[in-house]
C-alpha cells in the first residue's frame, strides 16, 4: 500500500517544491530573516504559518472559497505586504538618521512571520494545487504531508539565505531590501488579484 502511494507523495512534494521556489512567500522569509537578523524565530513563524494555511488547504481552502470571496483574501494580503514595505523603508531613514539606536525587529518575530506567510499562502496557487489533489485523491493526509514538508524545505533555503545576506550586508541596506521585497510582493498579489 505504502509503495502504491509514494508517486503521490512525490508528485505532490515536487509539485509544491518548484512552485515555491523563488517565489512571493520564500522571498518574504529571506527578506524577514535579514530584516530581523532572528532566523529562528522566523523559521517558528513560517512553520506555524504554513502549517495552518496548508492544513486549511486540505480540509477546508474550497469553504473558506463560499464565505470569503478570494479575491478580497487576496487584496488583503496585498495591502498588508505593502504596508509593511513602506514601514520597513520608514524605520530605516530612522536609523539612518540616528546611527545611536539600530533596528530592533521587536520581539514578537515570529507571529509577524506566521501572520505575513498565512495571508501570503492562503489562496496561493500553491493552496489550490493542494486542494485540488487532495479532493482528487481523498488522501488528505498524504497530500498534507508532502505540501508541508516541501513548503519547510523552500522556506528554510530562504531562511538560511536571509541570515547569511544579513552578515554580509548592513542592517539599513537589508531593510530596503526587504522592503522592496515586501512591496514587490504587495503588488505581485494585487496584479494577481485583478488581472488573471
Known amino acids: 500500500m505504502i509503495l502504491l502511494l509514494a508517486p503521490l507523495f512525490l508528485t505532490v512534494f515536487f509539485l509544491v517544491l518548484l512552485a515555491e521556489l523563488a517565489d512571493k512567500t520564500q522571498l518574504v522569509t529571506f527578506a524577514l530573516v535579514a530584516e530581523t537578523g532572528k532566523p529562528t524565530q522566523v523559521y517558528l513563524g513560517v512553520l506555524g504559518g504554513l502549517f495552518t494555511v496548508t492544513a486549511i488547504g486540505v480540509l477546508a481552502g474550497s469553504l473558506i472559497a463560499f464565505i470569503v470571496p478570494l479575491s478580497f483574501i487576496q487584496l488583503i494580503a496585498a495591502i498588508v505586504f505593502i504596508i509593511l514595505g513602506i ?3 520608514y524605520r530605516a ?3 539612518q538618521e540616528d546611527e545611536e539606536s539600530p533596528m530592533t ?3 514578537r518575530v515570529w507571529v509577524r512571520a506566521f501572520i505575513l506567510l498565512f495571508l501570503a499562502e492562503l489562496g496561493d496557487k500553491t493552496q489550490l494545487v493542494v486542494i485540488l ?3 482528487a485523491t481523498g ?6 504531508t508532502a505540501a508541508f514538508l516541501a513548503l519547510a524545505l523552500v522556506n528554510g533555503i530562504g531562511v538560511i539565505v536571509g541570515d547569511r545576506a544579513r552578515r554580509y550586508l548592513g542592517t539599513t541596506t537589508i531593510a530596503y531590501v526587504a522592503a522592496i521585497v515586501f512591496i514587490i510582493a504587495g503588488a505581485l498579489v494585487l496584479i494577481g488579484t485583478f488581472l488573471p
Open 87 to 89: 514601514f520597513t523603508i
Open 93 to 95: 531613514r530612522r536609523t
Open 105 to 107: 525587529p521587536g520581539k
Open 133 to 135: 489533489i487532495a479532493a
Open 139 to 144: 488522501q488528505l493526509l498524504l497530500v498534507f
